[in-house]
């Protein structure tokens, strides 16, 4: 039988929206995934249409990392859920600085959801990806009735490999170091929150989300002995310090007037009453390493075009309380504590 | 700050259901994580809390594998979606021939669902990882509101290596060689849908999800060169022939009187008029071999417990038509094709 004796008519992707069949397993979903998934995907490793994706690995120290992204909505200024997926996974395996290598994609697809939308999300991904030199090797397409799920989940799978000598973890953080930041906070969640209240602006806040680990790896080159690296997402800068202190068992002071914001983003905060130290980045990324080299570590980052305002925001101490505490603009002292009440809900 | 300040109250998992605020990156995702997640799968991996997992690899060929899990309902006899998540990826990873290393898995969770349920769910994860031999090494959790999801979605991701001069896939089946079935098939499909439809029945239909690797190792051990291995999961096994046939550019000769096929299932769903063929299976494969070498396999799968009732099915051929055909027990000849209309929505 011929691709065209199995497949008679093409996807009506102009038109046509996702429909039950198309995750049950037969010739509907067999179209979906040759005509959309394979066409933008294209690589090798799919070509096989095995159920996994097969390659060889020198000896190494392998990352692993998953995320699922259920961003809402689907499309925002500066992005959409299909490139965010690529990123931040990618960012979650590089933050272990790794070299990312290969990507997992799962759908959950609803019932319903526009074929044309879905490509949209299909080609910002395979964009993603070859920008990151990363290919997405192997996937899964379910399908929920309309009403059990919201258009289109995304979760992605990354491996990555370490090069010997580098080991990067929060337990590593330690008094005394130092804390960078790669820029400014609080663009990925507020650009959605924009979208979603249907709030517009002058100047637009885009979405930060990019992929971080051609940055980290020119961190890494500069400065080898890297304690820590947390790209601060969900939850923001705030929560990502609270959860290192935690695990590494010690505290952190920060200042106030170091950590780069932009004025869109502060005046929205203020304007919603949200506080940026919690809002979700998503091309961020927050360093510790050991304060003799902090100053090498920071021009590394600057030379970067993902680092161009990265800063020293901080340092490591000791403290038992595990407390991150921020001296403000105003010169009073603040405790930066763990979000525990309503967040943003569905932000990446 | 000590675990009792973080968390002052445990989570109250008899009565509790999931909040927005366990998928907002804050305390109450801390928490829910720790208590629940990290408590179940407890590993050197997770406990490191990094966004990612670490491990050394040999040299070798790595194997990856995705599946998102939205079977409906989630507990159904024989099962659960916690143990199929896990069964699901390892098949999926083992048909390749791999030794299946690490899983991760990654929830979206839909507000209000009951935190017993999960922590069941969560319990039997945890369990059948164990009984497999792979880690669960890392982790996602999101939330979403209700209505926008269906109690718990799980994608898992499994990695797994290949032994030097093992080359299994779907393209390398080639007329004259024999197919294998490990066992008794539509068990899975029909467990879920009696379930569904509250049929009961005096012999209950259980699920037959399970880990194959163990099996697949066997089967390897005994015939190296086995051309090709796949789980008919979605779609059953007539949609798997079909897809090996057209990835391998062959035809398929079946002989049904050689398809194991338990009388329970035989009449559910001739009562429901759903031909078990096209019902999935969680805990079977087939396998393409050369004739030579058939005997050999067959035994070596007889030999263990999940390939007691393995049998012969059929023949590859040269059919540029790519069809598979199948002698039926009245002697006559029926064409099986793939599914094009209805099937049994959410299954796995």
Redo the contacts between chains.
């Keep these: 039988?011929s691709r065209r004796?199995?497949f008679p008519r093409r996807l009506d992707i102009a038109h046509g929206c996702i429909e039950?069949?198309h995750?049950?397993?037969?010739?509907?979903?067999?179209q979906l995934i040759e005509e959309l998934f394979l066409t933008a995907f294209d690589n090798e490793w799919l070509r096989?249409?095995?159920?996994?994706?097969?390659?060889?690995?020198?000896?190494?120290?392998?990352?692993?990392?998953?995320?699922?992204?259920?961003v809402s909505p689907l499309f925002f200024p500066g992005g959409d859920i299909g490139c965010l997926s690529v990123h931040g996974t990618i960012n979650?395996?590089a933050?272990?600085g790794?070299r990312p290598l290969?990507l997992?994609?799962?759908?959950?697809l609803e019932e319903g959801f526009p074929l044309a939308d879905l490509k949209r999300i299909v080609e910002s991904m395979a964009q993603a990806a070859r920008q990151a030199g990363v290919a997405i090797?192997?996937?899964?397409?379910?399908?929920?009735?309309r009403?059990?799920?919201?258009g289109v989940?995304i979760?992605t799978?990354g491996?990555g490999i370490?090069a010997a000598g580098v080991t990067i973890?929060?337990?590593r953080a330690q008094p005394g170091d130092a804390i960078l930041l790669s820029g400014a906070i609080g663009e990925h969640g507020m650009a959605v929150l924009s979208q979603r209240e249907n709030l517009s602006f002058d100047t637009p806040i885009q979405s930060d989300t990019a992929a971080l680990h051609e940055l980290v790896a020119a961190m890494v080159t500069a400065v080898p002995d890297i304690h820590c690296l947390?790209?601060p997402?969900?939850?923001?800068l705030a929560?990502a310090l609270n959860?290192i202190a935690?695990?590494a068992g010690v505290g952190m002071r920060l200042q106030e007037a170091a950590i780069p914001l932009r004025e869109p983003v502060r005046a929205l905060g203020e304007f919603l009453g949200l506080d940026p130290l919690?809002i979700?980045n998503e091309g961020k990324l927050l360093a510790i390493c050991p304060a003799a080299a902090a100053d090498k570590l920071l021009a590394a980052m600057r030379d970067h075009p993902l680092g161009q305002e990265a800063a020293i925001i901080g340092q490591v101490v000791a403290d038992d309380?595990?407390?991150v505490e921020m001296k403000t603009v105003f010169g009073g002292s603040r405790l930066v504590d763990?979000?525990?009440?309503?967040?943003?809900?569905?932000i990446c």
Tied chains: 1, 2.
């Design positions: 039988m004796d199995l039950m069949t995750g049950g397993g037969g010739r509907a979903m067999a096989t249409q095995d159920d996994c994706a097969q390659f060889a690995i020198p000896a190494s120290r392998l990352v692993m990392a998953t995320d699922s992204h259920v979650d395996v933050m272990a790794a290969y997992a994609a799962s759908f959950i090797v192997t996937g899964d397409t379910k399908v929920v009735e009403g059990k799920g919201d989940f979760t799978t491996i370490v973890s929060a337990s947390r790209d997402t969900r939850g923001g929560t959860e935690q695990q919690y979700a309380h595990h407390f763990w979000l525990s009440g309503e967040q943003l809900p569905r």
